[in-house]
């Protein structure tokens, strides 16, 4: 989905210096837009103690149901309100930006682990590991993904740990495709036959030659992975199957927030917000990458 | 055509092998599958004499070899044995769960139109002003209905058709009027998707040598994109449509716990909050055999309507 036709523009655009991006960054008013909004939730989930006006633990009994600060019944003291036992809406929501991109993160990360691996074998060995992982990745892919994971969460009581890793585990198809897809068209390059015929080891090849040109493709589709790991984390605490009480997280702030929707509206809109700003963060930053960088990849 | 047909449906037996593996590695893993067996309760199996346990667990075949569980598993599976439900009287699960399957289907189907009705014009209108101010509208659309999570989208539904304007039902279901708000809550989503994915086929195809040759005999700007464009372009969004089952019955998990749409979505929650692993099993296979189903269609569909596509 580049705006700019291939060719000649695409060659001018490689090996972008990290000033040049910035540059280019600075003409996609979205992408800029991401760039921020990501930096401040990384730096408030980083300072989380220093940022949070109150402990996102401390229930207030006296000072259940306060609306946000703009509203008649405000109260200076809570800027965003407080929930059903009072407790800082702001602090909760600073402290559940931590579990949604620790999660994001580190569930990205493992499933980049897994699926650049497998991608990466997958497209150049063909044959039968290529067989293999189309296997496994059907059987993944017929699952309902929700269905999947709150069964496994379901099962075996649900914890962040266990987040992360079903995320890892089951979270690597698109990577694993848009890597393998690379490395076919990459395979026969003169390079990778010169490295080979020069007598480097298979894994050298893989890590040195191979790798390296896969990389972009790699942090776009990372980029947006995050964006949907952090979704699908904050519906599974939603759901009761993500991240568990004392954490605070999002997911959790919004499903207690339901329940009194009928009277105060704040307590489940603000930490749907505050997922959507974030998601739409790493998704505008995402696709400014795709579009500038790596116009291959597409899922 | 006969020999593509059978090699595709002999491709959906491995797949089958691993969806019912890993659900009995999960399953298995998890505990005693005899304390589940007896309602989930090691208090029930201490109780039990252990002779009567030690019998039961010999006539469920629970003291065999694992592998050969699994075999147990597997021939129960592909007869549609699940074993009995213990939250719904002891019901066979898996009816139970296709009792289900029409109301899931109603919602699934609301969803898709929704998603069809705002995409296609969406995308056809984005392809035909590219770059100018209707793509750049339907492209911010695109990307915060990925960015909103349609859990967080049905509550501010709620929030605004139900509270405050008291146009619509909270939840329930009965009418119409109850599918309306779950059906735009599940969507939505589909709806960005399918709109950018149309985008992005049209403007490849539009700019096709034949796309041109049709433009230079004269034809309108919009009979090329209509006739020419888009009926191009519709084969792989025909695709993505086939494709979504498992996207929608993923979605109409959340979805239907919010709405209180009695479908499989909120069986299977209930199910596993419950921990009836016989319903919580049934749901697993069935909704991936559907999802293969969703896939197997469309890929014949795909082989009868693309005449360029033969079949070895």
Not at chain 2, 46 to 62: F, I, K, M, P, T
Not at chain 2, 214 to 233: C, E, Q, T, Y
């Amino acid at each position: 989905m580049t705006t700019t036709s291939p060719g000649e523009e695409r060659v001018a655009k490689r090996a972008p210096g990290l000033r040049r991006a910035g540059r280019e960054l600075l003409r996609n008013p979205p992408a800029v837009f991401g760039a921020v909004v990501l930096t401040v939730f990384v730096l408030v989930a980083l300072f989380a103690p220093l940022i949070a006006p109150h402990n996102p633990r401390q229930q207030n009994l006296g000072d259940r149901f306060t609306p946000p600060v703009w509203d008649k019944a405000g109260d200076a003291r809570y800027l965003l309100g407080t929930d059903q036992l009072g407790r800082d809406i702001l602090s909760r929501l600073v402290y559940g930006s931590r579990v949604a991109l620790a999660v994001g993160v580190f569930g990205t990360g493992l499933a980049l682990l897994i699926g650049v691996t497998l991608g990466l074998c997958a497209g150049y060995f063909g044959g039968r590991v290529d067989a293999i992982v189309t296997r496994i990745t059907e059987v993944i892919i017929s699952i309902p993904s929700s269905i999947l994971y709150i069964t496994i969460l379901g099962v075996f009581g649900p914890s962040l740990w266990l987040l992360i890793l079903v995320m890892g585990l089951f979270g690597w198809i698109t990577s694993a495709r848009v890597v393998r897809g690379e490395v076919l068209s990459l395979r026969n390059r003169e390079y990778v036959e010169a490295s080979i015929g020069l007598g480097q080891r298979t894994a050298q090849v893989l890590i040195k030659h191979v790798l390296p040109n896969v990389l972009g493709s790699i942090i776009v589709v990372g980029t947006l992975k995050v964006a949907s790991m952090i979704i699908l984390e904050a519906s599974l605490s939603f759901l009761g199957f993500g991240v568990q009480p004392p954490a605070v997280t999002w997911g959790q702030m919004l499903s207690d927030g339901r329940r009194f929707i009928t009277s105060s509206w704040w307590l489940a809109t603000l930490p749907g917000l505050a997922i959507s700003l974030l998601t739409l963060s790493l998704l505008f930053l995402g696709n400014w990458l795709r579009d500038n960088f790596d116009p291959r990849t597409y899922d | 055509m006969f020999g593509y047909v059978l090699r595709r449906l002999l491709q959906v037996i491995p797949t089958i092998l691993g969806i019912t593996l890993l659900l009995f590695v999960v399953v298995r893993f998890s505990g005693d599958p005899l304390a589940i067996y007896l309602g989930d309760d090691d208090m029930v199996v201490g109780q039990v004499g252990s002779d009567q346990v030690e019998a039961l667990r010999a006539r469920l075949g629970l003291d065999q070899p694992l592998p050969l569980q699994y075999v147990y598993f597997l021939r129960d599976a592909l007869h549609g044995d699940f074993g009995r439900s213990f939250i719904y009287q002891n019901q066979p699960a898996l009816p139970l769960v296709v009792r289900r399957l029409p109301a899931t289907a109603a919602l699934g189907g609301a969803a898709l139109l929704i998603g069809i009705l705002i995409s296609l014009p969406a995308g056809l209108i984005a392809a035909r002003f590219r770059n100018r101010f209707p793509d750049t509208f339907a492209s911010f659309y695109a990307v915060v209905g990925e960015a909103i999570p349609n859990f967080w989208l049905g509550i501010m539904l709620i929030l605004l058709f139900s509270v405050n304007l008291r146009l619509l039902p909270v939840s329930g279901s009965g009418t119409w009027r109850h599918l309306i708000l779950p059906a735009f809550t599940l969507g939505t989503g589909m709806s960005a998707l399918l709109m950018r994915l149309l985008r992005g086929n049209l403007i490849e195809v539009m700019s096709l040598d034949y796309i041109r040759t049709a433009r230079a005999k004269g034809l309108s700007a919009r009979s090329v994109l209509f006739k020419h464009g888009l009926r191009n372009a519709a084969i792989s969004y025909i695709t993505v449509l086939g494709l979504s089952v498992p996207g929608l019955l993923s979605g109409s998990v959340v979805t239907e716990s919010i709405f209180a749409w009695p479908g499989m979505g909120l069986l299977f929650i209930t199910a596993i909050n419950g921990r009836d692993m016989a319903v919580v099993q049934a749901i697993v296979v069935f909704t991936a055999f559907l999802a293969i189903l969703g896939n197997l269609v469309v890929d014949l569909v795909y082989v009868v309507v693309d005449p360029r596509i033969t079949y070895r």
